[in-house]
């Protein structure tokens, strides 16, 4: 089957930090993101608004360094939107009048439209089709994360699908493939509930677990990791064995920052693109089973 | 307002008209809505039954169709909108873009209802549905605290946009709509196959005299003797954080908002959705006799509303875990 795609060459891009991190750790991290290869940098906060360590006009000041690096920069917004000064906030990062927004909420889309302004579709929002998907190109859609838990054969019968194949030079499609999955989202905080704490006295407790708390079940198994009111993956999703399943598919592989190692894991990314065969291979762990059409966890 | 009750099958939703339902809300054969059990939902002869049978008792009949349209199989999707507003459906309840702009072009007399599972928690997420699909009425997550949801009933009381809250039954308790746990543990979620944590996935297990329950092999609780199973929804189930054991995302536990709904009234909140497609006849009619009283009760005097124990004790009997809660409408439970 014809795999119609926009661009040759599969890019990097580091994904918004999806924990909450002291503002030095995120200092130090977009340091490094700097002088990286990747070529897309996506910042803000989108999982909980009371993480306040920057505020939008610290996250604009890194955004300009970024993009003096040579960087592609996207805002990323928030997912779940719960009271009126979130969606003021959100009004804000789309009236920025620098950088592109990614929308991960139907909200940040009709905001972005009404001013004309081309968007991203981050993966928390409902395309599960080529229908859905062209109808947001006709309206501003300029990349589009894919749902995480779809595959690569979901993906294909999207992207060859008449309804979308003339639009298909309108825009890009990125791949959520290295880090914790974002799989869900709560009005409870599941971080502060693991520590007895009500959600409004949290206490910012999720700044003690810089990569989320494990979730075990009862005879040991990694499950899932709390990080606040959003519950990830209890594995690390790792598509660098699959890369060339992606080429001609994909123009964006998304590397979702890690407390430790993001940088190594984004070379070993640019090596499986580039055809190293001495790179870094997929741990024991790490699974990939989404790509394959399979549970998530499952490891191919 | 409007009770709004479920039905998997004809004689459910005989058994919620006869109990006072003011609308019934069904779903087709085929994986278009997200309650896709085995046995569950109706052919197109039933549901032209159904609208018959609604409209003859003088009420509504609710479709709905809040699956996410599969690449290269819309025309499934569409077929069954079609279906839906021959057989006279009153109200169609969509989720998926491509779906409910079919809807809004191919019949735009057929009301069009913002299914819970497209996640619209904020007002400008409504505004942006009623805008590009005239939809009349958004079904909101059941993540809104109660000051939350009169935020946004006061927001969009001049856009004649109506609202709709779950009242009782099963809790989700993450947004709807944007839950894949399911599919990481099993492959199929509520998006991509309308069910969650399925039945075909489930092992019962003995181990010591203790019973497990698992999840396409992963073990979502254990039960010691004389401990109450409950079925194994991922979301419910006990697991080990930092050594500790505890149900770390949820009890087994339902919604059970009766005593809101003086607050809901005076917020002009238009309807009040029961869940439970998938549950029997007799369940439906039971929960649907004590929710007409209480709305019966409450639109014949508001200000001497109050809960009847009797009320509580039948929806407590028909609940998970024999326990029911506010869930997020009140704020201690986030």
């Known amino acids: 089957m014809q795999t119609p795609t926009s661009t040759d060459q599969l890019r990097t891009a580091l994904g ?8 030095a750790q995120v200092r130090q991290f977009y340091q490094q993101a700097a002088v990286c290869s990747a070529p897309v940098v996506y910042l803000g906060e989108t999982v909980c608004s009371k993480r306040r360590e920057l505020r939008l006009q610290d996250w604009l000041a890194i955004g300009q360094d970024l993009q003096q690096a040579g960087k592609e920069v996207v805002l990323s917004t928030l997912t779940l939107l719960e009271a009126p000064g979130e969606v003021r906030e ?47 190109v006709e309206r501003g859609l300029r990349r589009w994360v894919m749902p995480v838990e779809l595959s690569r054969d979901w993906l294909l019968r999207v992207l060859t699908d008449p309804v979308i194949t003339p639009l298909r030079d309108r825009f890009e499609v990125e791949v959520f493939a290295f880090g914790h999955l974002p799989l869900a989202w709560s009005a ?26 494990q979730v075990r079940s009862q005879d040991g198994r990694e499950v899932f990791t709390l990080n606040g009111i959003q ?62 059409q399979l549970a998530g966890i499952t490891q191919v | 307002m409007e009770l709004l009750c479920p039905a998997g099958n004809l004689p459910a939703l005989k058994a919620a008209l006869n109990a006072g339902a003011d609308a019934v809300y069904v779903g087709l054969k085929g994986g278009t809505n997200a309650r896709f059990f085995a046995g569950l939902n109706l052919t197109e002869s039933d549901l032209a039954q159904a609208a018959t049978l609604a409209h003859r ?110 009242a009782f039954g099963s809790l989700c308790i993450m947004a709807e709509g944007r839950c894949y746990l ?23 297990q003995e181990d010591n005299g203790a019973l497990e329950s698992r999840l396409n092999g992963v073990l979502i609780d254990r039960f010691e003797p004389g401990e109450r199973a409950g079925y194994p929804t991922l979301c419910k189930g006990r697991f080990d954080v930092s050594g500790q054991r505890y149900h770390v995302l949820e009890e087994p536990t339902s919604l059970n908002t009766l005593a809101l709904l003086p607050k809901l009234h005076r917020e002009g909140i238009s309807a009040v959705k029961i869940e439970g497609r ?25 200000e001497a509303y109050a809960v009847e124990p009797a009320w509580d004790r039948v929806l407590a009997g028909l609940s998970e875990g024999h326990q029911t809660t506010l869930g997020a409408y009140h704020r201690k439970w986030s």
């Open chain 1, 16 to 23: 918004p930090i999806t924990y909450f991190w002291p503002q």
């Open chain 1, 90 to 136: 959100l009004e804000q990062i789309c009236a920025n009048g620098q950088f592109l927004v990614e929308a991960n909420d139907i909200s940040a889309v009709q905001l972005l439209h009404e001013r004309g302004l081309p968007f991203v579709v981050g993966p928390a929002v409902n395309v599960y089709n080529a229908t859905t998907l062209a109808w947001l």
């Open chain 1, 188 to 213: 409870r905080c599941f971080t502060a509930r693991s520590e007895d704490r009500p959600k409004d006295d949290c206490q910012l407790c999720c700044n003690k677990y810089p990569q989320g708390r």
């Open chain 1, 231 to 292: 519950t990830q993956s209890g594995q690390r999703y790792n598509l660098v064995d699959d890369i060339d399943s992606l080429r001609g598919l994909v123009d964006v592989v998304r590397i979702s920052p890690q407390p430790e190692q993001t940088f190594d894991w984004l070379t070993a990314f640019e090596q499986a693109i580039g055809g190293n065969p001495e790179r870094r291979q997929r741990p024991v762990g790490d699974v990939n089973g989404y790509w394959h």
């Open chain 2, 57 to 166: 008792a003088g009420r509504r009949l609710h479709v709905a169709l809040n699956t996410f349209c599969h690449p290269g199989q819309e025309h499934r999707w569409f077929s069954a909108v079609d279906m839906a507003a021959r057989a006279g459906a009153d109200v169609l309840i969509i989720a998926d873009l491509a779906l409910l702009d079919y809807a809004a072009r191919a019949w735009p007399g057929v009301e069009r209802h913002l299914s819970v599972q497209a996640s619209a928690t904020s007002f400008v997420a409504a505004d942006f549905y009623q805008r590009h699909f005239g939809v009349s009425r958004v079904v909101l997550p059941r993540v809104l605290s109660m000051a939350q949801v009169s935020q946004l009933a006061r927001h969009l009381r001049d856009q004649e946009l109506e609202l709709e809250v779950f």
């Open chain 2, 182 to 204: 399911s599919s990481y543990l099993t492959g199929e979620s509520p998006n991509t196959v309308g069910a969650c944590s399925p039945a075909a996935h489930v092992r019962w």
């Open chain 2, 278 to 302: 998938q549950r029997s006849p007799a369940y439906v009619e039971a929960v649907t006799r004590v929710w007409r009283q209480a709305l019966d009760s409450l639109h014949t005097d508001p």
